[in-house]
């Protein structure tokens, strides 16, 4: 079975702190893609950043950074000096090439204090 | 690239009314996915296009539910019977054909919230 795992289901910080957000997923297929989307207040979800199966190299973006091991099979997403604006609703994303459909988590709320 | 669009952006029914709404992917898109999310949970799947057919159906599409997209350009998700479970947002995602089906990130719109009362 395909499955995402998020634990955190809420985490507050106060701006400028760094934070992490975790993600497990299941899957029997050795060919996978994961991502994570961003869920502001507005509502859309927005796409931050994919990952192949094949690739573990980690990713730096901004503040953003993302480390991906097979091993724990853990795909899980930092920030850096946190925003206000950052606060938003959080998704990790699974797609495998035995469906069409992307399975996502429940979602990490993630609130920024000023 | 105007967005993926959807329509109504809220409705309100009663219990046992039907109703539809409709997505209009980004142009050049032509895939398309219906999902649903309730309050606290993510998204979860329910129906892909590519261009006119509908080539997946998750098991959540009770046979109240109907799905199509005739020219391969918009989309409608009609409920028919609406019960109070159906109360979510219906969100219409589409993704672009020069990447792989698996791995191209989902464009989703602002979502249609239902409210069945």
């Known amino acids: 079975a395909q499955k995402v795992t998020q634990a955190q289901t809420e985490i507050s910080v106060v701006e400028k702190e760094d934070v992490t957000l975790d993600c497990v997923y299941e899957t029997r297929d050795t060919t996978y893609y994961l991502f994570w989307y961003k869920q502001p207040p507005s509502g859309e979800l927005v796409f931050l950043i994919r990952?192949?199966?094949?690739?573990?190299q980690n990713e730096i973006s901004g503040r953003y950074s993302w480390n991906f091991q097979k091993s724990t099979s853990s795909f899980n997403f930092t920030i850096t000096a946190s925003q206000v604006v950052d606060s938003a609703v959080y998704f990790c994303a699974l797609s495998y090439t035995g469906g069409f459909k992307t399975i996502f988590g429940a979602g990490t709320r993630l609130f920024v204090k000023a | 690239d105007t967005g993926v669009s959807q329509d109504p952006r809220h409705k309100i029914t009663k219990r046992g009314q039907n109703v539809t709404f409709r997505c209009d992917p980004i142009?050049?898109?032509?895939?398309l996915y219906w999902y649903r999310q309730t309050l606290g949970q993510g998204p979860e799947f329910l129906t892909y296009f590519q261009n006119e057919a509908q080539l997946e159906k998750s098991r959540l599409l009770s046979d109240r539910f109907s799905a199509e997209r005739p020219k391969g350009s918009f989309s409608t998700l009609e409920i028919q019977r609406t019960e109070q479970g159906d109360s979510a947002m219906y969100l219409c995602?589409?993704?672009?054909?020069?990447?792989?089906?698996?791995?191209?990130?989902?464009?989703f719109g602002n979502g249609t919230r239902l409210t069945v009362t």
């Open positions: 990952r192949n199966s094949f690739d573990e």
């Open positions: 142009s050049e898109h032509n895939r």
């Open positions: 995602a589409s993704s672009s054909s020069r990447q792989g089906v698996w791995n191209s990130p989902l464009h």
